[in-house]
C-alpha cells in the first residue's frame, strides 16, 4: 500500500519519531550544530513558541535549512548519515505503512518512531 503524506503530515510524525528515539541501542546518536541549535531556539522563540522541547528545537533546525546527523559511534562511519527537511517531506511516506497507520491513529510506541527515523535517514529498516 502506497500512502503519500504532505509535507506537514511528514514534518508532524518525523517530530512524534524524535520523541522517541532510540538510536542508543544500535551504537548510534543524533548529532548537530550548536549554532544551529542555538538559531533553531532563537527562531522558534521569535515565534512566540516558549515552551520548548528538544525535538520541537531539532524540526526547527531542518525547517531553517540545517542538517540533523545520525553518527555511527561504533563502526567505521558507515551508518553516519545527514539529513534535511526535503528528506523527512520525501522519506518518511515510505515508512511500512502498518508503521503510519498505527502513528496516525495513536497506537505509535518505539518501534514505529524507531522503523520512521530509520527509513529517514538510511531509506529503509537496517537495524532492529
Known sequence: MDIKLTP????EFFHTALCCITLSGYGLS???SMDAYKAA???????????????????????????LTVVDEEGDGE????IELKDV??????????????I?????DAVTADCIIQTVFFDEIIFG
Not at 506537514?8 to 514534518?11: A, L, M
Not at 532563537?42 to 542538517?67: F, H, P, Q, Y
Not at 551508518?79 to 545527514?82: G, I, M, N
Request: hydrophobic share 25%.
Open 79 to 82: 551508518y553516519t548519515r545527514s
Open 41 to 67: 531556539k532563537e527562531s522558534l522563540k521569535a515565534k512566540g513558541n516558549t515552551n520548548l522541547c528538544r525535538e520541537d528545537v531539532w524540526m526547527e533546525i531542518l525547517r531553517i535549512g540545517k542538517k
Open 104 to 108: 496516525k491513529e495513536d497506537r505509535d
Open 8 to 11: 506537514k503530515e511528514s514534518e
Open 30 to 32: 543524533l548529532d548537530y
Open 89 to 102: 517531506h520525501e522519506k518518511v511516506q515510505n515508512t511500512p505503512s502498518s508503521h503510519l497507520i498505527d
